[in-house]
């Protein structure tokens, strides 16, 4: 399903590029933008609907590449792109929409499985979620180039970029790792830019946690943990094995989609990893075979060679995702 949002004309989108901070206008073309929902297919033969959003530069006779831009962390289902669209209430999308679009390319924004659905719960920091999000989100804009007529209609060349920040980053590499390991009789990557993701899970992100440093973000390590259980144990699994019993109680509502991050962290622990058992803290620490240790394993990106022109991107003084990942 699609549904058309607005057109921005290029003096409109100068204009907001001003706002944002002038001097990065390269805009040559219209945008037309809207929003998508998409039949996903599982390897368990289950079917999903997913959704995401589409910004296409107006040109009746060219072709332009796609730009797929995987964006950070939230948590909130609201400020899923396809609900935000390109507005000021989710100004990452807005900045990336207004310059990649406007420039030449058909820029697409997978919501990410769960986001925006409040039936949902968002596998975060699942690799192979976010393959599935962004190879069937490709497959539907091809397939909308063919639904959409007169004026609206636009046309794809076969170059594909990949991009995105933070979760983003890692949501970038994973689906490039995936289409490049699954895909690559249908899609070839012409470039991929991954910025400052949590690549290295089991080896880089715990030793950080491990070493108890100031976390200035931690509500992403219990998005992390509850989505493990929930993704690999399923929706009925006893917090309490796991978490203290305030946190065995509390962190479910907190991750259903209604909170902030920044409403999260105000109400954890100083030390994060405090939400945990002492069992099973000390496990962690002391088993190399720990169901966390495990599910952080599987979804570490390493043990591969990419095939594709690839950028990494990070900060030095990164305090969130440390640049060693990179």
């Known amino acids: 399903e699609y549904n058309f949002q607005q ?6 989108i100068e204009s907001i590029l001003n706002i944002l901070g002038g001097g990065i206008s390269n805009t040559m073309y ?22 995401g959003l589409v910004c296409i530069p107006q040109s009746p006779t060219q072709a332009f590449p796609i730009l797929s831009y995987q964006h950070g962390t939230t948590s909130l289902d609201q400020e899923a792109p396809s609900i935000t669209g390109l507005s000021f209430s ?14 030449g390319f058909i820029a697409i924004f997978p919501d990410y499985e769960g986001l925006g659905n409040p039936e949902k719960f968002h596998p975060y920091i699942i690799a192979d979620s976010y393959t599935i999000a962004v190879v069937n989100m490709l497959r539907a804009v091809k397939d909308l180039s063919n639904q959409l007529q007169g004026e ?7 170059q594909l970029f990949l991009l995105g920040y933070s979760e983003g980053g890692y949501a970038t590499l994973a689906a490039q790792r995936g289409i490049e390991l699954n895909h690559n009789d249908e899609f070839i990557i012409t470039a991929s830019l991954p910025m400052a993701g949590p690549y290295d899970l089991s080896g880089t992100m715990v030793e950080y946690f491990l070493s108890s440093p100031f976390y200035s973000s931690p509500y992403y390590v219990p998005y992390v943990l509850t989505s493990h259980l929930w993704y690999y144990q399923g929706l009925d699994i006893n917090f309490h094995d796991y978490f203290e019993p305030f946190w065995a109680d509390t962190l479910p509502s907190l991750y259903d989609g209604t909170h902030s991050g920044s409403e999260i962290n105000a109400m954890l622990p100083d030390d994060v990893l405090d939400i945990l058992s002492d069992d099973v803290l000390d496990e962690f620490i002391n088993n190399e075979d720990h169901f966390f240790r495990q599910t952080l394993e599987q979804n570490t990106l390493l043990n591969w060679t990419p095939q594709t022109n690839t950028f990494l991107f990070h900060g030095l003084g990164d305090d969130i995702i440390p640049y060693q990942n990179s």
């Open 90 to 103: 989710n100004t990452e999308v807005l900045l990336i929409g207004l310059v990649s679009s406007p420039s």
């Open 7 to 12: 057109t921005l004309s290029i003096a409109y």
């Open 152 to 158: 609206n209609t636009f046309q794809y060349n076969e």
């Open 30 to 51: 219209s945008i037309s933008i809207y929003d998508i929902k998409y039949e996903s297919y599982h390897s368990d033969n289950t079917v999903d609907t997913l959704s």
